[in-house]
């Protein structure tokens, strides 16, 4: 059984198990989109890896951050641009 | 092969040639541009398109005040992609020596009929909340602002086009004769005037100009809207520009509408390569750190250079080249290029058309520089 | 702030099979070797998750190899600069990052490449390596309906290792033809391992429709991915689905390369036979050569780092087995060669930059791939291109480059710590 793990997925605590990235924590947390494009459009990851940048979100305050790259910590705050 | 013949041949398609071309079709003359390249690819592309009234002297402030009006008058008949944005300058001051120019500078812009407005600190971080505490205040500048000059240029050229313009695309201009332009590959244009629009090409063309490339870099950060409201330049950005010496950096931070910022500035001489110089780069951002700290923490996804093509009297030529009397420059502009390009291209015009210009040519003419003896 | 800048006698850049095998090489004949990755674990994208995913027993070894005290691995960390010859600037969660290097050995490995097509930015339309990071990373598809589509090997492992993880795999669509598929069977059942992965595949894989010559043309749905409309032939037809899974292939990670003035040659970095770059000093393994899968990057890996520790003679021994390999590489590409039909999918309102939201008839009224950049932004956003220029390149034919730091986005402080690439600030 993996660890689990609290983190804030747009305000709300959600649990997620130990090594999931934030991205896939926020995917399975209720996050329609990731995040709007710059004409409005509603967008999902692409590559998976870190180079196609469609999968920015703001992680602890901090925007911009590539979410299938990083791995959750206890307590991360994980918001989308819903 | 019938050969073609124009009024007016443009060399270069870069923001002034493109001006030149747009102001020349306008009056009927029959236009074509010459563009090695891309249209708006040089220094065009490259800067920051900021539309700035420039104090260092009266000559300069005459041209940018002009050709700042010139823009306004254009902004409502701008697409959307070049972005035309009044959003002002801040010239910003770090202590009460600054503060003491400043108070001048607004003095001089409002005795020539330019609003200025002074800032003291508390005013200055309401405007521009992530600027660090304690700087002295600033001058708010509300008439500049900011534009996307490829763009510009290319509705500039497209606008000529509508009239009936032609440009040559790419082709590159080998020679400029009395009544034609040699090309690269041997063809001529015929036009009864030559216009030198080629920025840092320019002295290839026309020998004797001494137009020198001055290196810059450029930083574009992510998308942060509304975390500068304002184009901001430290005061000390007129020692950088005005310096002999060979590197310099200084403040300035502009915001783009999509909500990136634009961070420069740097100038250097003698430096042909167009890579990033990392150490450049670095006292850059260390300036810009200095007035925005909260500047650090920003995403940047590209960097980039240009060249600037710089005077040594830091004005721009513009006018009839004295040795070749169908031939006018407009050329040497260095960071005012885009600011300039209006005017330069109606002072071109009516030096065409024998009407007298809005303001005076003669600090512009390109005589000036076969007399002087350099410094 | 982040400690001292580190020195090495190798540094390798890319810890997956290329890298790993380069690291253990270099460290094995005794040279200093780091080796820096921008993922928490080694194993790239083919060996993600370290030993718990890997699968393969192959990994396993080499990541257990990989274990040996001469090599010091820093994971998390992204090469975003060559700020002053012979050193590299990293970002990481802990500051910035300084490597001093006498040698370097690139592995940087591949990326999907993406075509566009109408609604193919819909949410849950994602690579096929795309959506099996994720699934690595913790994404539950279990009886999610995946329609896995595109080209190349990659798509039956992906389809494979979906289904394994839950996922109800509703087709495997190839746009290669039949005739092609067989061809390059034939070419590499002389490769036993091949075969045997072949059938494993198979049997993973059964009762899934598989269709050669049949490719993804729309993506429909309201908020995310709801159906794709395949072709094959004539004949058009719609698959609903959760996920669409699609990538044409892989295109290589040359930026870093190309930033230390490494010399390209149709889009990949040229090597000699010891995988040494144009640039002395620095070596380049595995998929930015060329395409070739796992084998051939161990032993493009193996090659670089037994040369970058002066062991030139184990080096060689190698290069027959490389040579075979190399054949299967040129066989993948031409199996896997795209149709020219492909390039008919995007119409002009499609957009094919993400990151600025530039369509296809913007781009193309342009004559070239710097006028259009300059003039709608294409290729300017977050990616730098890394996405619209493999696509543009199918489309437009135009060559598309240009490579200046940072190469990946950093926080604009990062740039400062330029000062710190000095011998003095390093400690090996």
């Known amino acids: ?51 196609c940048f469609e999968c920015r979100m703001t992680i602890n305050g901090l925007r911009h951050c590539r979410s299938c790259q990083i791995v959750c910590e206890q307590g991360m705050d994980i918001r989308t641009d819903e | 092969m019938k050969t073609p013949s124009y009024d007016v041949l443009v060399i270069g398609a870069g923001i002034v040639g493109a001006a030149c071309a747009d102001a020349c079709s306008a009056e009927g003359l029959r236009v074509c541009v010459v563009e090695a390249e891309i249209i708006g690819g040089g220094a065009t592309a490259a800067g920051m398109g900021h539309l700035v009234v420039m104090d260092d002297s009266e000559a300069q402030f005459a041209l940018t005040r002009y050709s700042r ?3 306004h008058r254009l902004a409502p008949e701008l697409p959307d992609d070049v972005e035309f944005e009044r959003c002002g300058t801040i010239w910003v001051a770090a202590d009460d020596e600054e503060m003491a120019a400043v108070r001048r500078k607004k003095e001089f812009y409002e005795s020539r009929g330019a609003a200025a407005e002074i800032l003291d600190s508390k005013s200055l971080r309401e405007a521009e909340p992530n600027l660090r505490e304690g700087l002295a205040g600033g001058l708010l500048v509300r008439d500049d602002a900011v534009i996307y000059a490829p763009c510009a240029a290319r509705f500039l050229i497209e606008r000529a086009q509508s009239r009936g313009a032609d440009i040559y695309l790419p082709r590159i201009a080998a020679e400029i004769k009395p009544g034609s332009v040699r090309l690269n590959d041997g063809s001529l244009i015929y036009s009864r005037w030559v216009i030198n629009a080629a920025g840092t090409w320019s002295p290839a063309l026309t020998p004797g100009i001494e137009v020198r490339k001055r290196k810059g870099h450029l930083l574009i950060t992510d998308r942060y809207p509304r975390f500068v409201r304002h184009q901001l330049v430290e005061l000390g950005y007129l020692k950088s520009a005005h310096s002999f010496t060979k590197e310099s950096v200084a403040f300035n931070v502009q915001p783009r509408r999509t909500g990136q910022l634009l961070i420069g500035s740097s100038r250097q001489f003698d430096c042909d390569t167009k890579e990033i110089d990392s150490a450049m780069l670095s006292r850059m951002l260390a300036r810009a750190e200095e007035f925005m700290p909260r500047l650090g923490g920003l995403s940047a996804i590209r960097s980039w250079t240009g060249f600037r093509p710089a005077t040594p009297d830091k004005l721009p030529l513009i006018g009839p080249w004295p040795r070749q009397e169908n031939l006018l420059l407009a050329t040497g502009h260095e960071g005012l290029g885009i600011t300039t390009s209006l005017a330069t291209a109606r002072l071109l015009v009516d030096h065409i058309l024998g009407r007298p210009s809005e303001i005076p040519a003669e600090p512009y003419a390109a005589a000036r520089i076969l007399e002087k003896v350099h410094a | 702030m982040s400690d001292m800048g580190r020195s090495f006698e190798v540094l390798v850049v890319g810890a997956g099979p290329a890298g790993i095998a380069a690291a253990c090489c270099a460290a094995e004949s005794g040279a200093r070797v780091g080796l820096v990755d921008n993922n928490p674990r080694p194993g790239g994208q083919i060996w993600r998750g370290g030993e718990n995913h890997a699968g393969a027993p192959e990994a396993k070894r080499w990541l257990q190899r990989l274990e040996s005290p001469g090599v010091e691995i820093i994971s998390s960390a992204e090469v975003i600069d060559n700020p002053v010859a012979g050193f590299l600037l990293a970002q990481s969660p802990r500051g910035e990052l300084i490597f001093h290097y006498e040698k370097l050995i690139l592995c940087t490995g591949a990326r999907e490449r993406f075509l566009p097509f109408p609604g193919w930015t819909l949410p849950n339309v994602v690579g096929a390596g795309g959506l099996q990071a994720l699934v690595k990373s913790g994404l539950d598809i279990t009886g999610r309906k995946i329609v896995v589509a595109g080209t190349g090997p990659l798509l039956v492992a992906v389809a494979a290792f979906l289904r394994q993880h839950g996922g109800n795999i509703r087709m495997v669509a190839e746009q290669a033809p039949w005739s092609r598929l067989i061809r390059f069977g034939l070419a590499v059942a002389a490769h036993r391992n091949k075969i045997a992965q072949f059938f494993q595949l198979k049997r993973q894989l059964a009762g899934v429709p598989f269709r050669a010559g049949c490719w993804p043309i729309t993506a429909e749905g309201s908020g995310r991915v709801e159906s794709v409309t395949l072709r094959a032939g004539k004949k058009t037809w719609k698959e609903p689905c959760d996920f669409l899974a699609c990538g044409f292939h892989l295109v290589p990670n040359t930026e870093l390369a190309s930033l230390l003035g490494c010399e390209l040659r149709a889009g990949f970095v040229r090597v000699d036979e010891l995988q040494q770059t144009s640039t002395p000093g620095i070596f380049c393994a595995g998929e930015p050569t060329g395409i070739g899968g796992v084998e051939l990057s161990l032993l493009e890996g193996q090659i670089a780092g037994y040369a970058s520790a002066n062991h030139a003679q184990k080096a060689r021994e190698f290069f027959a087995e490389r040579d075979r390999f190399r054949r299967f590489s040129i066989a993948l590409e031409r199996a896997f060669a795209l149709r020219s039909e492909l390039a008919a999918s995007p119409a002009a309102e499609t957009i094919v930059c993400r990151c600025e939201d530039v369509t296809l008839g913007r781009i193309r009224s342009h004559s070239s791939w710097r006028a259009a950049k300059l003039h709608t932004r294409c290729g300017m956003g977050a990616c730098q291109g890394r996405i619209c220029g493999p696509a543009i390149e199918f489309l437009l034919g135009w060559k598309v480059e240009s490579v200046r730091p940072p190469i990946f986005p950093v926080p604009a402080e990062s740039l400062t710590a330029r000062d710190r690439a000095t011998p003095e600030s390093v400690s090996t």
């Open chain 2, 69 to 71: 009006q010139l823009w």
């Open chain 1, 1 to 51: 059984m993996p660890d689990m793990i609290a983190v804030n997925v747009n305000g709300a605590k959600r649990e997620v198990a130990s090594g999931t990235s934030a991205l896939a924590a926020a995917m399975m947390n209720g996050a329609k989109f990731v995040r709007r494009s710059v004409t409005g459009e509603p967008r999902g990851p692409l590559c998976g890896m870190g180079i």
